[in-house]
């Protein structure tokens, strides 16, 4: 397992979660919820603060395909921004299926007794912890990197 912080993202229109592990690679626990910002860059600023406050080595995207696996126009947004993330950063930015993470934290956070409405605010980080652990786990079983490494862009 390698070692070093790594940071966990889940992309959506509105908010980003953002999770953290361990240095050793072995817990992931929620760090924030980012907001979206589509026709700027403060969003990846602050996640590249993120990034350098906790210094991260890599930060794994999650990828939301379909159920089927095809891709959609949310897989499409997330890999957008995980390559100006990965312009942003530089660290190594890699993207990870992620299918039904939303749902397992909203699952989670009601099995927790939080309610519907109090979700909101941090079921994006609950996300990017269960992203970000399913990474984590991944490796320790196959001993490789999880998922694709992304090659870094300018936003649009």
Request: proline residues 6%; aromatic residues 0%; hydrophobic residues 45%.
């Amino acid at each position: 397992m390698r070692h070093g912080v790594r940071l966990g993202i889940d992309v959506g229109m509105a908010r980003i979660g953002v999770a953290r592990t361990d240095a050793h690679g072995m817990l992931a626990t929620p760090v924030e919820t980012v907001p979206r910002d589509l026709g700027g860059s403060s969003d990846l600023a602050r996640i590249a603060v993120i990034t350098t406050e906790l210094d991260a080595v890599e930060i794994i995207v999650g990828l939301p395909l379909a159920l089927s696996g095809a891709t959609t126009a949310s897989t499409n947004d997330a890999v957008r921004f995980a390559e100006s993330l990965a312009q942003a950063v530089g660290v190594p930015v890699r993207l990870v299926d992620e299918r039904l993470s939303t749902v397992a934290a909203q699952s989670a956070l009601r099995a927790s007794g939080r309610k519907a409405k109090t979700q909101r605010p941090v079921v994006d980080q609950v996300a990017a912890t269960i992203i970000l652990q399913h990474a984590l786990d991944t490796e320790r079983a196959s001993g490789k990197p999880p998922g694709s490494p992304v090659a870094p862009t300018e936003r649009l």
